[in-house]
């Protein structure tokens, strides 16, 4: 029987090592694999607080997190195409026409 | 035993090749190393017997978002990217504040640790698989909040093949 709370240093760590990549690559499709690293660890907490109280709600938050993922996923890679169809870059530091 | 070998080996696979997935220059190799994190994380889902996550994990996730990764890194041309550098210039900063994030969170869920401890709810024995325990969770309690998703997938399709059409009448 493993411990809850080592699930929940798993997602922790897992979350932050996405944190890392969101925050310093200039690689926009790595940048949104970053963000599937994100809320894998976020269903991890999910699936473990599902276990601990013995309720599936838990378990059905995560497939509504899966949903959204793959929704996220289409969206942000539609646009990853519209981008480099217009700027021919996927270099996040030169995206920064809306920057002031 | 078994169990915290199959945990401390799932978890290490999955960190490892998630470090792997933010460090690799070449994007397909993440793709790879984050498909890999995602069969570990599969893995633990099957831990705390979820077994429908554990093929939901697979089959979409890794059978579905990560070949359309794949199909885009295709289609877009990431030489010129590969050859430049692949952090940017504040990725000092943000490690440290990662690592503080990182350590808050760790304490806080380590100091709360005792509350773990208390016998959990008290269980009915399962009469239902978890396939089926789930689908009567989603079609019953959460009718509107599925409606909601797959509205939300609706949008998405339009919005994703409107992003990726040529020319816009």
Known sequence: MIPTHYYLLLGTALFTVGVVGVLTRRNVIVILMSIELMLNAVNINLVAFSHWFKEIDGQAFAIFVITDAAAEAAIGLGLIIALFRNKETVNADEIDLLKW | ?169
């Open chain 2, 1 to 169: 035993m078994l169990p915290q070998i199959a945990f401390f080996s799932l978890s290490a696979l999955a960190l490892a090749s998630a470090i792997m997935v933010i460090t690799r220059r070449n994007a397909v190799h993440s793709v790879i190393w984050l498909i890999v994190t995602l069969f570990s994380v599969a893995g633990i889902f099957l831990m705390l017997q979820a077994e429908f996550l554990f093929a939901v994990q697979i089959i979409l996730y890794v059978g579905g978002i990560m070949v359309l990764f794949l199909f885009v890194i295709m289609l877009v041309n990431l030489d010129v990217l590969a050859k430049q550098q692949q952090f940017n210039r504040q990725w000092a900063l943000a490690l440290v504040t990662a690592v503080i994030l990182l350590a808050e969170l760790g304490y806080g869920i380590y100091q709360g640790r005792s509350g773990f401890t208390l016998p959990p709810a008290a269980a009915s024995p399962p009469t239902q698989g978890n396939t089926q325990t789930i689908a009567m969770a989603l079609y019953q309690n959460y009718m509107l909040p599925v409606e909601i998703a797959s509205l939300l997938l609706l949008v998405a399709m339009i919005g994703a093949v409107i992003m990726a059409k040529r020319k816009l009448e």
